[in-house]
């Protein structure tokens, strides 16, 4: 009878960590005509449910395409892919999204409606959020009002919304509906004079923020600071999630497999986009479900390159005077290996992508990673036993432990036409699963 009883026990706590994957952040507008779209971050999907034309579909994609912009290798996105691997029971988009969905109207409008903003405050009316909405709007004005006068009225406007939606995606509050007590926070800090672009924005608020935080305790039970988007985060996350992964495939590798673009986005330093959108229709008593791929490819910008090549340039400068960032050449190696992947069609391109880059960072952390550094962000990210513990695992791992991960990402295309039908029956709760109807022609 226990054993019964256990079995049941792990049956139900399965079948909870698979719903967990559904989690994420919804549209609020269609909530009345159509079961609401959903951007789901730690499986890197977009969803939606019945027939839109027109306006509306522009809407709801774009919409859905500004949260996977805004919350893309951000707190909103990787803790609920952290709450996932770590088998966690509290549903993390909660605490985020008074911020994330305000951020994301906002900066939605502006990007649809710039320079046209004169009705800008009736917006609030319609927002999920209209508190937190009018307030975001008069830090925006006065962010703004600050800008070098050379900008462009339209760049001005949107390279603001843009610097103080990336800043907003850095707080981690520790409860939900916490978005207002951090734009009252937000409100005492001075927008940066004569700023030229989002990062002077910002990092401007970060720093500001940063100071507020470590003289207040009070404060620090409210909200957490990430640490700041650049080279060390992208380093230290990856190294921390493929740490987790490799712990989770040694218990359940389907997981590994649902959350594989996600990985693949980290371990090629956001330069492999793998972003597939499911739309779901009813045709008679069925349910259909199409699956469109957004993806990197030989088309897309080269961004990621140029990035590379950029900070390439800095850690020779840097080298001229003695100094030395461990995390470059890792940062660079990661983009440079995965290019050939990017610009191939090949059907399993995205598989040998992943297994490349995971058999190149452990080389690239005995390289680079067990030198002395001379780089402040390199030295307190070594200082940080978490993450020389991460290090330490990743260089332990062995060949076949790796396999397993890569063998669990070969399966991706499976999942697809599988599981991730039941997680769509599961969570708009349909009479039967969708048959999946691909419409795409590689991954």
Request: aromatic residues 10%.
């Amino acid at each position: 009878m226990e054993k019964i009883s256990e079995d049941l026990k792990q049956s139900i706590g399965s079948e909870r960590r698979f719903l967990q994957l559904a989690e994420g952040y919804l549209l609020p507008s269609a909530a009345d005509r159509h079961k609401r779209p959903i951007y789901c971050p730690a499986i890197n999907q977009v969803w939606s449910f019945g027939e839109f034309s027109g306006k509306d579909f522009h809407t709801v994609y774009a919409h859905e395409f500004i949260h996977v912009y805004m919350t893309s290798v951000q707190p909103p996105r990787l803790l609920l892919l952290n709450e996932v691997l770590a088998n966690k029971k509290q549903d993390l988009s909660e605490i985020f999204k008074d911020i994330v969905e305000t951020a994301c109207e906002l900066y939605f409008q502006i990007q649809i409606n710039a320079p046209n903003m004169h009705h800008i405050k009736s917006y609030a009316n319609h927002a999920s959020f209209p508190e937190i909405y009018s307030k975001l709007i008069e830090l925006w004005k006065r962010t703004l009002g600050k800008a070098d006068s050379i900008l462009p009225k339209e760049v001005a406007m949107k390279e603001s919304i843009r610097g103080l939606s990336v800043f907003m995606m850095h707080i981690v509050p520790r409860h939900p509906n916490s978005g207002l007590d951090m734009l009252n926070i937000m409100q005492n800090i001075d927008p940066p004079s004569n700023w030229t672009k989002s990062q002077d924005i910002w990092f401007n608020f970060y720093r500001e923020m940063d100071k507020i935080l470590w003289s207040d305790k009070k404060l620090q039970h409210q909200f957490i600071l990430a640490m700041p988007i650049g080279i060390h985060r992208y380093i230290a996350d990856t190294i921390h999630f493929i740490t987790s992964a490799l712990k989770e495939a040694k218990k359940d590798t389907r997981i590994i497999t649902a959350v594989f673009p996600t990985l693949l986005e980290l371990l090629s330093q956001e330069s492999f986009i793998l972003l597939p959108v499911i739309s779901v229709k009813k045709i008679k008593a069925n349910y259909q479900a199409e699956i469109k791929v957004i993806h990197t490819t030989y088309r897309s910008p080269r961004v990621p390159d140029r990035l590379g090549r950029t900070e390439q340039k800095q850690y020779l400068e840097l080298r001229r005077e003695n100094k030395c960032c461990l995390c470059v050449p890792l940062f660079v190696s990661l983009i440079q290996k995965s290019k050939p992947f990017r610009l191939s069609n090949s059907h399993d391109r995205i598989y040998m992508c992943f297994e490349a880059l995971l058999k190149h960072l452990p080389v690239l952390i005995e390289k680079n990673l067990t030198k002395t550094p001379s780089c402040s962000g390199c030295i307190l990210l070594l200082e940080d036993n978490h993450f020389r513990r991460a290090c330490n695992e990743i260089l332990d791992a062995s060949s076949s432990n790796l396999k397993i991960l890569t063998d669990a990402a070969r399966l991706y295309e499976s999942f697809l036409y599988q599981d991730n039908m039941r997680l769509l029956q599961k969570h708009w709760e349909l009479r039967q699963m969708p048959h999946a109807n691909k419409r795409y022609k590689f991954l």
